[in-house]
Every structure is written in C-alpha cells, then in structure tokens.
C-alpha cells in the first residue's frame, strides 16, 4: 500500500498570505495525485487532479505542483473561504489518502 | 446533471450486515465507474472499493474480507454491502464517480453524493 504523509497537520494564515500544503508518497506515485477541500458537514470537493489540473470552476488562486514522491498545494492569496480541510489523494495504485490539513484563519 | 446520492439505515447493530445504495442521475453505469469512500467522524477519508463501468471491481485490501460492491444498470444504482460491522465502521460512507477515461484504473473523483451517516452501536 503507498502511505500518503501531509504536513501540517494544522495550519494558520491570513487573509491575504500564501499557503503551501506537502504531501509526500513513500513511494513514486507518477503525478497521479489530486487534492481536495472539504468543509465542515460537506462532501470533499475536487481542486487538482493529476498534479497540476485545475478542475472547472475552481478559483485560479489554487494550483499544484511536484513529481515522484512530494507534491504542494499552493493557495496564492488565501480568503476567508478557503478555511477548510485539504486531503491529498494517490490513484498510483488503489487510491490512498492522506491525512489532511486543516486549514483555519490567523 | 451529475448526481450521486447514498442511502441506507442510519443505525446498525454490531456483528450486523451494513447495506447501502448509491442511485446516481445524468450519466450511466455502463460508462462511469463509481468509488466508495468513509470518513469516521472527525477522521479522514478511507476508500473501499470501486465498481468498474465494465462491472469489474477492487477493494481496499484491509476492507476486502468483508466488502461487496455491485449494480443495476437498469436502476442507476450501487450497491455497497458489508459484514461484521464493528463500532470503528461508524462513518459517513460517500460514492463517487471517476471521469472513467482510457488509461486510468483510477480517475479522480469530481462528483460526489452528499453522504450518510452509518452508526453502528447496540
């Protein structure tokens, strides 16, 4: 099984800052990686798959990167609305999720 | 439109069978796969399994003992069932669907239902 670490666990920012979220496969996961948000009481929703793909409608604040084992979310400004929990997730294989980070306001 | 909605018993009783449907609307089974995915409360996101659009499934390897997922085309639903339900599988159970693609075992999920929320206690 790929083991998905996230770091932070908890993180608090600005309105204004930019945010990076890590998240580290312990083995090559070839860019078949995607991020979500959930917030409180709701379903995840998709931002990124695939690395660097950002999903229809999402604000172009959000973006990803990486390769092999470590990949980055990045929100470029961050808004009161971006308060949310953030999971990665490796389709490498069967999917595995990290643990998320939550995300609050400073 | 695309829609996924879970249903099932809210309360189930340990050692039970939990069983659960996913009835989706605007796209078709015989062409989308769709995921199942936990959350225990306050936890992080676990997945179980998926049912293929060719009607193929996998499952999570520490879930596989005691999972079954299936469909009826002609209902537009999922069906996920398991057996020996302990407290620890107290969690809101999600479906998903993947974007189905040439290539991809494994799509990412853009949709998803809204969830239920399973408690198992006596």
């Known amino acids: 099984d790929i083991q998905m670490t996230q770091s932070p666990s908890f993180l608090s920012a600005s309105v204004g800052e930019r945010v990076t979220l890590s998240c580290k496969a312990s083995?090559?996961?070839?860019?078949?990686l995607d991020w979500y948000q959930q917030k409180l009481g709701e379903a995840p929703k998709l931002l990124i798959y695939?690395?660097?793909n950002l999903h229809t409608g999402i604000p172009s604040r959000f973006s990803g990167s990486g390769s092999g084992t470590d990949y980055t979310l990045t929100i470029s400004s961050l808004q009161p609305e971006d308060v949310a929990t953030y999971f990665c997730?490796?389709?490498?294989?069967?999917?595995?999720f990290g643990a998320g980070t939550k995300l609050e306001l400073k | 439109q695309v829609q996924l909605k879970e249903s099932g018993p809210g309360l189930v009783q340990p050692s039970q069978t939990l069983s659960l449907t996913c009835t989706v609307a605007?796209?078709?089974?015989?062409?989308?796969?769709v995921h199942w995915v936990r959350q225990p409360p306050g936890k992080g996101l676990e997945w179980m399994g998926v049912?293929?659009?060719?009607?193929?499934?996998r499952y999570n390897s520490a879930l596989k003992s005691r999972l079954s997922i299936s469909k009826d085309t002609s209902k537009s639903q999922v069906f996920l069932k398991m057996n020996s339900l302990q407290t620890e599988d107290t969690a809101t159970y999600y479906c998903?669907?993947?974007?189905?693609?040439?290539?991809?075992?494994?799509?990412?999920?853009?949709?998803w239902g809204q969830g239920t929320l399973v408690t198992v206690s006596s």
């Open positions: 083995q090559n996961i070839n860019k078949y």
């Open positions: 605007g796209f078709s089974l015989t062409s989308y796969n």
């Open positions: 998903a669907r993947d974007p189905s693609l040439p290539g991809y075992n494994y799509g990412w999920f853009a949709y």
């Open positions: 049912i293929w659009n060719t009607g193929g499934t």
């Open positions: 997730l490796q389709r490498n294989s069967w999917p595995t």
């Open positions: 695939n690395t660097n």
